[in-house]
């Protein structure tokens, strides 16, 4: 059974500071995706990371695959409040979008 | 980036009682894809439909669960007889997005309480 876990599940964090959050997965895949949820709302996708070595990068977040060592990264520059959020990776084994998501990680942006 | 509404935002039923959630695309999309969210805890798969069937779904899909396009263009997920531990929020996500890159996108959920 596939299983994706993320750590740390809560981080509080000062403004300005840099930070990586980790995707771990236990089956191999080369499709894994990053999704950003506010309180109460809904999920909003950030990234989407196809192949081992793939890198994106919106504003202060980086997000990254090695595949290989069943990882993806997200790591926050210098972060700002408005990044307080839960975050999500959620992996796709099968290619058939069935998405298997992790734990996700609680951030919290000190000002 | 595909977008959906979902109907109602809320719903509060009674242990027992069917209900009915509903998933309005605002443009044609051949994929679906339904998850469900227990408050404060990780999204889970429960079904995918292409081209009206069901193409793939989890444990959590029991019979007490089906899936709909009544009229071609709304999704509907029923549950027949609602449990307590149905109560989360539900989520539909069409996929989409840039041809070899695409992804899901989650509509903005309908919450359920069962009493």
């Known amino acids: 059974e596939l299983k994706v876990e993320q750590n740390p599940l809560f981080l509080s964090m000062q403004e300005g500071k840099n930070y990586t959050i980790y995707c771990n997965y236990s089956t191999t895949s080369d499709r894994l995706y990053w999704y950003r949820q506010d309180p109460g709302k809904s999920l909003e996708s950030l990234f989407v990371l196809l192949s081992n070595g793939a890198v994106k990068q919106e504003g202060r977040l980086m997000a990254s695959l090695d595949t290989k060592a069943r990882l993806s990264t997200l790591h926050i520059t210098a972060a700002v409040h408005d990044l307080s959020a839960t975050y999500f990776c959620a992996v796709d084994i099968s290619g058939t979008y069935k998405y298997i998501f992790g734990t996700g990680t609680r951030l919290k942006v000190l000002a | 980036e595909p977008e959906v509404t979902q109907t109602p935002s809320h719903q509060v039923t009674q242990m027992g009682q069917e209900v009915i959630l509903r998933c309005v695309p605002i443009?044609?999309?051949?994929?679906f894809y339904w998850y469900r969210q227990i408050l404060g805890q990780k999204v889970e798969f429960l079904v995918s439909?292409?081209?009206?069937?069901?193409?793939?779904k989890s444990e959590i899909f029991d019979d007490q669960f089906s899936v709909e396009r009544p009229d071609g263009s709304n999704f509907t997920l029923k549950i027949r007889s609602t449990k307590l531990e149905d109560s989360a929020m539900y989520f539909c996500?069409?996929?989409?997005?840039?041809?070899?890159?695409?992804?899901?996108?989650f509509g903005p959920g309908t919450r359920l309480l069962v009493l």
């Open positions: 443009s044609n999309h051949l994929y």
């Open positions: 996500a069409p996929r989409g997005g840039t041809s070899g890159e695409e992804t899901q996108y």
């Open positions: 439909f292409y081209n009206n069937e069901i193409s793939e």
